[in-house]
Structure formats: structure tokens, C-alpha cells
């Protein structure tokens, strides 16, 4: 069975156009949404994934109806393949009942992967070049070397409570305890 899902993004907007497709292409029902691609979570397609069942096709009029992002639109694909469900985009032509619709969304899946993959390359880029010019990443450490040596000595000696010393360093609790047991050293956190 086909099963459209039409949206807008304003209530300006007019989804006539797109329901008079989604009919014309056999859609025996459709789901729509006023509402930004943007947003993954959208009622509207909450409802007609939900409603889909193996052997039936989701049809919409153009793949940006569907999602903004690539990535959203692979993994709504990848879960509708997954549960046996097709996936046809009129505008586009794209059909993934058919062998070509296939290859189409695999090639679309790889170039999202190698997209993934040059953001990473240049991040793992930029920090090397950073850190050859002595700039250390990662967040400061909460307490000094001569505010942890304070900190064990007022510990030990007895006088002031854990409250007390979380309060007058200006950390919680859970951060002193990991400098009370070593395992926050301010000379591995300070950059």
C-alpha cells in the first residue's frame, strides 16, 4: 500500500499541491505536517513511520519534504528498508523498491560518510597544528596545584567539613573527592 506524508514549514504555507501529487501518484493515505524540516521530530512523520508496515511504500512529493539534512533522510530510509517498507520521491524520481533507487541512496549514503569523515580528518588537523603550537585542548583544571595541596591539608587536618571546603575552593563535591583520591591532577588538567 502507499502511504504519503506531505509538509510546510509556516501555516502561510499550502499543501494542496502536495496532497494533489501524493493522490495522483496512488496514495491511499496521507500524513502531513505544518513544520521546519529541521526538526526530526515532527508529529506528523512520527505518525505515518509509525503507521507503515512491511510491503507498503512511504511516497512524498520532494525529498526535502521528508528532511532537510541527508543524514535525517538516511536514517529514515535505512529504517524504513530495514523494516521492509519502500521509499519513493516523485520530484526526483527516486524509488527504492527499484535496483537503480537502491543505488541511488547507497551512493547518497556514502557521500554522507565521507562527508563525516573530512570533518574529522580536519578536526583531528586542527588540533595537531594547535597543539605543535603549545596550546593543550580540554577544559581547565577546577583547582591548581597549590589549591589541591590546600585542599589535602585542611582535609587532613580534620576542621572543616566537606561542605566547607567544596564551598571555599568552588567546586562540588564529587570534583574534590576525585582530588582527595588522585585521580584529578592539576598538572594533567591545567591547560
Request: hydrophobic share 40%; charged share 25%; glycine share 10%.
Amino acid at each position: 500500500m502507499l502511504f504519503g506524508y506531505a509538509r510546510v514549514s509556516t501555516a502561510d504555507q499550502n499543501l494542496d499541491l502536495q496532497r494533489d501529487a501524493l493522490a495522483a501518484a496512488g496514495c491511499k493515505k496521507i500524513f502531513t505536517d505544518v513544520a521546519s524540516g529541521a526538526l526530526s521530530d515532527r508529529q506528523g512523520l512520527q505518525d505515518t513511520l509509525g503507521h507503515v508496515r512491511e510491503g507498503d511504500v512511504l511516497v512524498v512529493w520532494r525529498l526535502d519534504r521528508l528532511g532537510r539534512s541527508l543524514q535525517h533522510l538516511l536514517e529514515v530510509v535505512s529504517d524504513l528498508h530495514g523494516r521492509g517498507v519502500g521509499f519513493r520521491s516523485l520530484t526526483e524520481a527516486l524509488d527504492t523498491t527499484t535496483s537503480g533507487g537502491k543505488l541511488v541512496f547507497q551512493i547518497f549514503g556514502a557521500l554522507a560518510e565521507f562527508e563525516r569523515n573530512l570533518i574529522s580528518e580536519r578536526t583531528q588537523a586542527g588540533l595537531k597544528a594547535a597543539r605543535a603550537r603549545g596550546r593543550r585542548g580540554g577544559r581547565r583544571a577546577a583547582l591548581d596545584s597549590s589549591q589541591v595541596t590546600l585542599l589535602k591539608k585542611l582535609h587532613s587536618e580534620k576542621e572543616h567539613s566537606i561542605e566547607e571546603l567544596c564551598k571555599l575552593l568552588g567546586v562540588s563535591k564529587p570534583c574534590l573527592y576525585r582530588y582527595l583520591q588522585g585521580k584529578s591532577k592539576a598538572s594533567d588538567l591545567a591547560a
